[in-house]
């Protein structure tokens, strides 16, 4: 029997068990006992092996657990010379019918076994067909027989694997409600980002405002005054809503570009020496001759520098890059938090069911948390900045060539290493992952046993037993350039959302800049990239050289 075949036994007699949360490491010793045991037997009186499925393989605790399969088998090949003289193994064509039969029997092989070990222990076989039992005190399954006859006892699951519960399930909320604020302030700026909030009628409120701020006593003839200026000095141009804007082709109207500085600076004197004279005409009657020259410069120089910044004559602007870097903080920290709560590390998102920190999940969780942070909150500003019909980001083909470039490479990765991890080992290769005791191979896959065994050096290491302790070049090409692509999207990103003009047409903006704009090389680079990646991955490595 081939440890693979030994294996698959294994696996389909204890792919059930579930491990006593108070004693976790028993079901791990048991299973080598019982490995042990189909050694010995050649694995006759098993049931035929099983494997698990893809389907089955994309479960990290049946992942795990064929990992364990494998391991515990690879040992149990070949026990070192001072284990061999301890190995006993119960087989027994017919089960004892209590527990006290084991205990009675063990002493007859190992006078210091005590009553509570793992076993094994050894019965006449009696001849007929091999029945292998090992006595253990594992909860749900033992005291009593391996393989196990009845229904398996649930483990405990992933949610209870949190250590913190509460503290993480409020982070998370107020993640949420951070993103939801967020969203809203996109709202609001897109509200103040329309052509209507800058209407030209809502010029001479404005001044309103600004003359009565400059002394009490124009407080009732304020209105009047600003309408009057308004009026006199033309500050509403006729035949466009703002200075700004150019004259549209399609009005009758002949188009021209929008006013420049000097005809700014006109309008502007023009408005200046209008509330001269309109102060003059209209301010109490009782003032004397310097304190009315003196209100009249104020209320002037208040005019003139109040329509050179109103939105009528300069172009206001809106940001969306603080909304969004909140947006990609607030994923960032549920990833963490979540990651956190189920692998005690808050890149537990990027480690994968190996233990190792995924290259190819890393690359997916960057690219979802920008393209979702980036729709999450120009959605919201362009509904708020919409004065018809609603218009939502509308993405090309290279903003979905990029996501499916990127959720496409972690399954197909997947089914690679899982196609590898059913193919025997080299021999050499094999040998050399025997003395280290913090790692195991399932086929030609490297596991690492220890769940907080990861290293950042994951990301660049080979993840085979023969090139497990080499730099995989196609790894490392994979991450550079996707390290380099993200730092492209965001300053593109950044470029566009962090100084938005109000008052432009947001169907159009919504269509051609609510997104990043990527070319072909973009594209290209990406692709190859990814495709160079799955490509040396699908390729078999040659085994190391012997003694390494």
Known sequence: ???DDAAKVLFAETRNWREDPSEPEQVRIARRVLARAIRASDGKGFAPGDEPTVAELGNPTTFAIWQDCFSATAEAWAPAE????????????????????????APKLNGATPASAHGPFRFATGGGAYSVYVFDGVEGVGPGLFPPRSAPVAGPGGSSR???????????????ALLSGVAYD?????????????????LAQRLTRVIADVDPRLSDEARRIAEDVVSEAKLVPV???????????????????????????????????????????????????GVLDDMKK??????????????????????????????????????GVVGMGFWGSVLGA????????????????????????????????LIGASEGAVSLPQYPWEIWALLGISIGTPPLSGLILVSKSGQAPQP??????????????????????????????????????????????????????????????????????????????????AKTKSYPTLNETFIGLLALSHGGYLGMKLLAKPDVKPGA
């Open 350 to 381: 990027l480690i994968d069911s190996r233990n190792r920190l995924s290259l190819s999940r890393l690359q997916l969780m960057a690219w979802t948390i920008l393209v979702l942070s980036l729709f999450g909150i120009t959605s919201p500003f």
């Open 298 to 335: 104020r209320a002037g120089d208040a005019v003139d520098h109040a329509f050179r910044n109103d939105p009528i004559a300069i172009r206001p602007v809106v940001s969306l890059g603080g909304p969004w870097l909140f947006a990609v903080g607030s994923l960032v920290v549920i990833a």
């Open 1 to 3: 029997m081939s440890n």
């Open 239 to 289: 035949d466009q809503a703002a200075w700004w804007q150019s004259v549209k082709a399609n009005t009758g109207i002949p188009a021209r570009t929008a006013a420049t500085a000097a005809e700014i600076d006109t309008k502007a004197a023009a408005a200046k020496a209008s509330t001269v004279s309109r102060v003059e005409a209209l301010a109490p009657r009782n003032l004397g001759a």
């Open 186 to 202: 996109a709202y609001c700026r897109g509200v103040s980002a329309t052509a209507t909030a800058i209407r030209p009628s809502g």
């Open 428 to 509: 050499n290769a094999e040998r050399s992952i025997r003395d280290d005791p913090d790692a195991t191979n399932v086929g030609r896959v490297e596991v690492n046993l220890d769940p907080n065994g990861w290293s950042f050096l994951d990301f660049f290491r080979g993840e085979e037993v023969s090139n497990r302790d080499e730099i995989d070049i196609s790894r490392f090409q994979y991450f550079v350039i996707t390290i380099i692509l993200l730092m492209v999207f965001i300053g593109l990103i950044g470029t566009e959302l962090w100084s938005l003009q109000a008052g432009q047409d947001w169907a159009i903006w």
């Open 82 to 105: 001072s284990e061999k003289a301890d190995l006993g193994y119960v087989v027994s064509q017919l089960p004892p019918q209590d527990n006290a039969a084991y205990l009675k029997a």
């Open 162 to 176: 949190f250590r913190h519960a509460w503290p993480a399930a409020l982070a998370i909320l107020f993640c949420v």
